[in-house]
């Protein structure tokens, strides 16, 4: 799994706590994605960005904020978190739309999430 | 809208035996799907998708799915199923008309728990 690595893939924080996850591809995509996967859930897409712009922002708590600042290198800021935001949070990319192979996302190992 | 049913939580199979897992689609046009493949505290990883052509697909590891768009189904299959196999899969779903942001959206179903049997 080189092509899409993620960081930290464990992090158990506080709910005053502040941490950011990481999301990096070597596959030389252009668009990125942060998804939420709960238990007996069906995958959630949370943010999407193409050429390091936001595209996407399906509803999601201001707790959350990403940043992409290259089209390498996906972050994902947590800030006062709840308990029920404990998950595994999983980070994909893809060519931009109408790309070579663009409708495939590839995906990382995830980073294991959990909210005391 | 567009959206996946994956009606079975978990299937069990005898090593050796075809394997099936189920997926039904909706989608207001013509559809992209694919299925992925979770192996535990790992990531999604891409096994096959159905753009357009064929509607018999084949992907990585022996597997296979085929579209059927009366039946709104892209059901994966395996004829011989291996202990190796077993894992969590996904099938997931775009809708060919959307444009813009929504060429993003990719619906996924709730996944179906393989397990293969020694």
């Known amino acids: 799994e080189t092509g899409v690595t993620q960081t930290p893939r464990h992090l158990v924080m506080g709910m005053t706590n502040k941490k950011s996850l990481k999301c990096e591809q070597h596959?030389?995509?252009?668009?990125m994605y942060w998804y939420k996967q709960s238990a007996k859930k069906p995958l959630e897409l949370m943010f999407v960005?193409?050429?390091?712009?936001?595209?996407e922002n399906n509803s999601v708590p201001s707790r959350f904020s990403p940043e992409c600042p290259n089209s390498s290198h996906l972050f994902l800021h947590l800030h006062t978190l709840q308990p029920e935001d404990s998950a595994l949070y999983l980070c994909?990319?893809?060519?931009?739309?109408?790309?070579?192979?663009?409708?495939?996302?590839?995906f990382g190992p995830g980073t294991r999430l959990t909210v005391l | 809208a567009q959206s996946v049913a994956q009606p079975e939580d978990q299937v069990n199979v005898a090593e050796g035996n075809p394997l099936t897992v189920k997926c039904t689609y909706s989608?207001?046009?013509?559809?992209?799907l694919f299925w992925y493949v979770q192996y535990p505290n790992r990531g999604l990883q891409f096994l096959l998708k159905y753009i357009t052509g064929d509607n018999l697909v084949k992907g990585s590891y022996g597997f296979e799915a085929e579209f059927n768009k009366s039946q709104t189904s892209f059901h994966l299959k395996k004829p011989s199923a291996l202990v190796s196999d077993s894992a969590l899969y996904f099938c997931a779903v775009r809708d060919r008309a959307y444009s813009g942001a929504g060429s993003y959206q990719l619906t996924f179903g709730k996944g179906t728990k393989l397990s293969v049997i020694p």
């Open positions: 960005y193409s050429l390091e712009e936001r595209v």
């Open positions: 989608v207001s046009g013509n559809p992209y």
């Open positions: 994909a990319s893809s060519q931009e739309a109408g790309g070579p192979g663009w409708d495939t996302q590839y």
């Open positions: 596959l030389g995509h252009n668009a």
